[in-house]
């Protein structure tokens, strides 16, 4: 059991993870970081000379931050399936264990050694092929090339099977569909993330990849890469260490950390269209998790991320997952202009940006 963590972003020492006697994980800085680095949690974790001790219960004992680091659902049943084979006792794995299996290979920035992740061995990518992995992953059966099927996908998010692969020699995240998921799973992501870019809203570039059985497979391009350059990403979740598996937030609450974090009119109004047309598309799987920031190196600043999982979802309880105004449910143009009015939106600009939203969407 890893007692340690080295924690590096491009080539530079940022702290340590340790386990303390009780086994609770500590952070702190490095000298290094404190001179020229920033703070990778302005709420939790400022960029000071201190030892951190995590105490959040969502996240395996660590902090939010590194945890975003970690594969869930999808991700964590792949590494589970991966570790199982080479005979490694899941039970005694500690939350650095799992860190160091992700290493270099995570999404944002951050990168752990000692490093345990494997190399691609694939050289091209066929995507028929990965989805029927996939598919015998998830109905628990033989998977052919786990080892390969892990070095793409072990690090990644989010409850459907994905790849993060180089495409066009470019950095993507091909997405398949799952057995709860409609045949059309590709194309109705797709047009709803083009729909959403439509209304206005930020959205990575996006594709629409036809195989050479005519099936059709979803890939966006990661917007944590910059010309292979890595950059600090860090959900909503990890920021307030709210449990994104539960309904833990309402717009309001979102909206202010906005507004808090990226002190940018711009971003907080960008969330707002964000809110509008999860309602009006019935995407009620809008979790804490999937709404993200990036750290700007440049201008030494948080600002809100590309929109991502933007698909028509129920939740099994029929209600939006970050409430808007108290209301999860039967939500209208009022409560959508309260939580404009908190978050100091003029009137005129919500009214104008649900009615430009309604008219894509009609």
Known sequence: MIKRLRVNANGMFVGTLAMNHDGEVAFQYSEEWLKNGF???????????????????YFRGLFGVFADSLPDSYGELLLDRFLRQKGIDLA???????LAYVGSRGMGILEYVPDYSEEFRLTSYDFDY????????????????IRSLY???????????????????????VKFSAKFDPK??????????????????????????TSSSGNRYFLIKRFDRDNKKKIHMITAAALLEC?????????????????????????VIEMFRRMVFNVLAGNQDDHAKNFAFLYDEADKKYRLAPAYDITPSKTFYGEHTTSVNGKGKDIGDAEMLVVA??????????ESIIASIKKVLK
């Not at 005694?92 to 799992?98: A, F, G, I, N």
């Not at 729909?195 to 570039?205: C, F, N, R, T, W």
């Open 39 to 57: 703070s990778l949690n302005p709420i939790k974790l400022p960029l000071i000379n201190e030892v951190f001790i995590a105490t959040s219960p």
């Open 92 to 98: 005694s794995l500690s939350p650095l264990d799992r």
């Open 130 to 145: 990965l989805q029927k992995e996939c598919d015998a992953l998830l109905d628990a059966k033989e998977v052919e090339d």
């Open 151 to 173: 070095a793409l996908g072990g690090s990644s998010g989010g409850a459907r099977p994905k790849s993060l692969i180089r495409y066009e020699n470019e950095d993507w995240i």
């Open 184 to 209: 059309n799973i590709g194309d109705l992501e797709y047009k709803t993330m083009s729909l959403a870019k439509k209304a206005g809203i930020s959205v990575p570039e996006i594709r629409l990849v």
């Open 243 to 267: 449990d994104f598996r539960a309904p833990a937030l309402d717009y309001v609450d979102l909206l202010k950390l906005t507004r808090v974090l990226t002190a940018d009119d711009a971003d």
């Open 341 to 350: 009015e908190k978050s100091r939106i003029p009137r005129k600009t919500a």
